[in-house]
């Protein structure tokens, strides 16, 4: 499209319809012939990318009722990290009897909690992945882009320190939930004070500490059956 008015169209290739990554780089040389020395240094610069989806005109319902708790507060675990043990190996899966752990150091990157109610805590490295488990979870990013997991049935979990700034845009995985976009969830997250309250099923709720709704998008959000 140029200024509104269509100008080209073509089919979309047989194999793009699956998920798929979006690389935006500065490519030089290839059928173009090797590029002159003097075309460097060169940069790219770049005001914006958006990617559009085709939405149904009803978003379904999940399959449960909208419910605000009476005592948000009361539903979270208030755990902290006082005398939690250091872990250093690339992924961590927590000890039956253990309730807190964080990760080390920027080669140890996937911690997974228990059955018990647990506190997780990522380190500063690119990228961590926390996964609570069973029980109401307290979980901790710390810096770079981290993947909060949670799975149906798994208790009500809160997140610390949830982050949508630019070079540290936290996601949340979603795993066996009904809802399967951020339309369908949108309706069921709200603002709690100065935090977010999202209700992931009747009785599962889920809490980012110090957050704002409406910084919540949909690439904020992964969803997994």
Do not use: C
């Not at 807190?100 to 490295?125: F, M, P, V």
Request: aromatic share 12%.
């Amino acid at each position: 499209y140029y200024d509104g008015a269509e100008v080209f169209r073509a089919a979309t290739p047989d194999d793009m319809h699956k998920p798929m990554y979006m690389i935006a780089n500065l490519a030089v040389g290839g059928w173009a012939g090797t590029p002159a020395a003097a075309a460097f240094p060169a940069e790219m610069q770049i005001d914006y990318i958006r990617a559009y989806a085709h939405l149904d005109s009803e978003v379904s319902a999940p399959g449960f009722s909208l419910r605000l708790p009476a005592n948000v507060d009361g539903l979270f675990s208030q755990m902290d990290g006082r005398g939690a043990r250091t872990v250093w190996d690339w992924t961590t899966r927590m000890t039956p009897s253990e309730e807190k752990a964080r990760l080390g150091g920027e080669w140890s990157r996937i911690l997974t909690g228990n059955d018990k109610n647990n506190y997780l805590e990522g380190s500063n490295a690119q990228y961590n992945e926390l996964n609570g488990g069973r029980g109401n979870d307290v979980l901790k990013g710390n810096g770079g882009i981290d993947v909060f997991v949670f799975e149906a049935g798994h208790g009500n979990d809160r997140v610390l320190d949830f982050s949508q700034v630019t070079g540290n845009s936290d996601k949340i995985q979603l795993k066996g939930f009904a809802f399967d976009s951020f339309a369908e969830l949108e309706p069921y997250m709200h603002q709690h004070g100065s935090d977010t309250l999202i209700q992931l099923g009747a009785d599962q709720f889920l809490l980012l500490d110090d957050t704002d709704v409406d910084l919540l998008v949909p690439s904020s959000f992964v969803f997994m059956e």
